[in-house]
């Protein structure tokens, strides 16, 4: 290598003092030349040798590091070289000081003009040689570029060999795994377990580990390709389990096929409008009982990411897979591509539809992230455990909050902490719907991830932890239950609020979830309340509810942010649930708006009373349900609201008709009820009106409508907003029994009283 720079110097050095000696002896040619053209032939000659001279430089300089000349080759060079600065050298010795213009300048010049037009013949001859010796070395390099391609070409097909190889191996081996499973079908279960584990240890713990590790350099068209392979992996082994199951039949005389009763009911399947494009038969069916439109069509969901303003793009397959007289496999694979990275899994779960072979299902996992997702390490990367059925002893344990019961269950290795029944849900999530605290702490310090709970492929919800907990404490509040018992104690506040902390410290997000589910809930006739509240009950369970509103408010969680215009009207057209009292203890008042009323109106709550109202009695309901409905009026009256906000019915200016509040119980039919709740609540009926139909004419006139009559008193509408006669209101809110309500139907003129 030391030999070779030594001669790559050499030749740079000669080129270069053959370059400065033919430009000056250019410059003295061209002189020459303008005083007798004779002399372009030497310019010409001396123009191909710089030329030349100045491409050898070029290449040697550009030369990759990897390129040496050979010594030969080299030598060739740097011989050609030097004769060419030798003979520039003799021609510049030979013109150096004749200047032809003069006369023994002149005279001097034909006698040695011979001799410069030898060394310019042999000039060009050298030149000419070192040209071809260039060329040499660039085809010597051009075979050597053809030589390593053909080598390189020769390596990727032994390469694509191999895989194809190796891709038949694996295909053999599930196959093979599959035959011993069918082979050992008389053992017993222990035999069994044996056979599986051992058969994912052999065969696919290969396949998924080299398969799988470079799933990040795979977009998702090559993913759920993979996933299809896989799914006709099984296909094939289908054919090979049915034929072996047949020919033990024949040798050991099974039961025939309709003796296999199915252990546990498998999940209902439905052909998907993709089966024919995926071309997998019924392997490639996608069950459209578990999407929505939006999934099966992109396979893709937003999932918000927690404390963070980025998005966490989330992509989800599933598949079916049913072998005969063996079970069924649900293949699903799951990718999330957040702010930390990609994180993805591939499960299989497996329903026997014969107990002869396993007694419970199970389900098997990989995962990028072994450590938060709680996955026992079968080997490094897999994990299997059983699906819990629905009657397993644990989930009594959880929603009794028996911690002493659960960690037995684990010393005897009859559950692990990540346990799931066939929908997906897992302890944690059990616990957290069920409120038991005590066992959500236990999870929660022991590892489990709340942030990466399964999504529930059979009944097509996805929940976390956090969420199902808030969710089902909420509908404790809002079920108006009248014992002071039943409500949720300082105590139980308390472990609430902790066991809340701690789920939002593991990354949960308070406000990923919509509660209308409680509400419904709430409305159930099993949960609601089976008779009228107490004055002393009443008040300290809205006490009590309102110290919820706090704790969860302080968490970061609004209640009343949710509450769009259905939820308020399954409350307040419900009047017996008592959940109006509830929503007014977390901030709800007669001027507020649902987040649904796009423009808002200001009276939305009231005008929502007041068909709850009509309804109880024109309904001809129960003497509870009337006496629920004018309370509820009465109480948002006291609250505060604007009286006589006036605006366009619907929004429409075209339909020419104001609406208030005085206008809407008009038209509804209980103006006396109307008439009596305003007394009631302390303010002067009469002024009301009036100033209401004041304000009405007002409205039409100012917006264009005609009008037979404006009352105005200079360019202000004037009169009193509000007035309560003395004590009213206190009258209202310090009874301690309702007593005599009257609640009145204007229907042909007739007036009746509740007792």
């Known amino acids: 290598m030391a030999d070779a720079l030594v001669l790559v110097t050499s030749i740079l050095q000669v080129a270069d003092v053959g370059l400065r000696t033919s430009l000056g002896l250019y410059a003295f040619f061209t002189a020459l030349h303008k005083a007798k053209p004779e002399f372009s032939r030497y310019l010409i000659v001396l123009r191909d040798v710089h030329d030349s001279l100045r491409l050898l430089q070029k290449w040697v300089l550009d030369c990759p590091a990897d390129t040496v000349l050979d010594e030969d080759g080299g030598s060739a060079l740097r011989r050609q070289l030097v004769s060419i600065t030798d003979e520039l050298s003799s021609i510049e010795n030979i013109t150096a000081g004749k200047d032809p213009s003069k006369p023994t300048g002149k005279l001097r010049w034909v006698l040695k003009k011979p001799e410069v037009e030898r060394k310019l013949l042999r000039l060009e001859s050298h030149k000419t040689s070192l040209l071809i010796l260039l060329q040499a070395v660039d085809m010597r390099k051009t075979a050597q570029l053809l030589q390593a391609q053909t080598s390189l070409g020769a390596k990727v097909c032994s390469l694509e060999a191999r895989i194809e190889q190796q891709g038949k191996l694996y295909q053999q081996s599930l196959e093979d795994s599959f035959a011993s499973l069918a082979r050992g079908i008389h053992g017993s279960d222990t035999d069994a377990g044996y056979a599986v584990r051992r058969a994912l240890e052999v065969y696919l713990q290969p396949m998924l580990e080299n398969e799988l590790a470079t799933i990040r350099a795979r977009d998702d068209t090559k993913r759920a390709a993979e996933m299809r392979g896989f799914c006709a992996i099984l296909n094939q082994a289908s054919s090979r389990i049915d034929s072996h199951i047949s020919l033990l039949e024949s040798r050991n005389k099974l039961p025939p096929n309709h003796a296999m009763e199915p252990s546990q009911p498998i999940p209902p399947r439905h052909c998907s409008a993709m089966q024919d494009y995926r071309g997998l038969g019924s392997l490639g069916a996608i069950s459209s009982h578990h999407f ?12 918000p990411a927690p404390r963070c303003e980025i998005p966490i793009g989330t992509s989800e397959w599933s598949y079916w897979a049913n072998i005969r007289r063996v079970g069924t496999f649900r293949l699903r694979y799951w990718l999330s591509a957040g702010p ?15 107990t002869v072979i396993f007694k419970t299902a199970f389900s098997l996992k990989y995962s990028n992230r072994h450590d938060a997702h709680g996955y026992l390490p079968l080997f490094p990367s897999l994990a299997i455990f059983p699906v819990l059925p629905r009657d397993d002893p644990v989930w009594e344990i959880i929603r009794q909050d028996d911690l002493p019961g659960l960690m037995a269950r684990f010393s005897q290795k009859l559950n692990t902490l990540f346990d799931e029944d066939a929908g997906g849900v897992t302890l944690l999530m059990c616990a957290s719907r069920n409120q038991s605290y005590k066992i959500v702490e236990f999870l929660l310090r022991y590892g489990v991830d709340p942030m990466r709970l399964p999504r529930d492929l059979l009944y097509g919800t996805s929940s976390q932890a956090l969420a199902a907990m808030v969710l089902f404490k909420a509908f404790q509040a809002f ?50 309340p089976k008779r009228m509240w107490g004055d002393g009950t009443r008040s300290q369970y809205l006490n009590r509810v309102t110290h919820l509103a706090e704790i969860l408010s302080q968490e970061g969680y609004d209640m009343l942010s949710w509450l769009d215009r259905s939820v308020l009207v399954m409350v307040l057209h419900r009047p017996c649930a008592r959940s109006l009292p509830v929503l007014r203890a977390v901030g709800l008042t007669g001027g507020c708006s649902p987040s649904s009323d796009k423009p808002a109106c200001s009276n939305a709550v009231l005008y929502l009373v007041l068909e709850a109202c009509a309804m109880a009695i024109s309904g001809g309901k129960q003497q509870i349900s009337c006496l629920a409905a004018g309370e509820n ?21 075209s339909l020419n008709r104001p609406i208030t509040p005085t206008l809407v119980a008009e038209e509804l039919g209980i103006t006396a009820t109307w008439r009596w709740a305003l007394m009631v609540a302390g303010f002067d009926v ?7 139909a004041r304000r009405v004419r007002w409205f039409r006139l100012q917006k264009g409508a005609k009008s037979s009559g404006v009352d105005m008193q200079g360019s202000v509408l004037q009169g009193s907003i509000r007035r309560r006669p003395r004590g009213a209101g206190r009258r209202w809110a310090s009874r301690k029994s309702p007593g005599t309500v009257p609640i ?9 009283k509740t007792q």
């Open 292 to 303: 929505d439109a939006a999934t099966i069509s992109r396979g893709v969901y937003p999932v």
């Open 340 to 354: 930390r990275g990609k994180v993805y899994n591939f499960t299989a779960c497996f329903w026997p539809s014969s």
């Open 479 to 528: 079920t108006g239950r009248v014992s002071s018992s039943n409500g949720p104690d300082d105590a139980d506040l308390q472990a609430f609020r902790y066991t809340v902390r701690l789920l939002v410290a593991a990354g949960c997000d308070i406000n990923s979830f919509s509660p209308g589910t409680a509400i419904s809930m709430a409305m159930n006739k099993e949960n609601g």
């Open 633 to 653: 009026l009465v109480d948002v009256l006291v609250d505060g609201c604007n009286l006589y906000d006036v605006g366009w019915l619907h929004n429409n200016p």
């Open 686 to 692: 009469a002024e009301v009106f009036a100033e209401d």
């Open 744 to 752: 009145y139907l204007d229907a042909g003129g007739k007036t009746r």
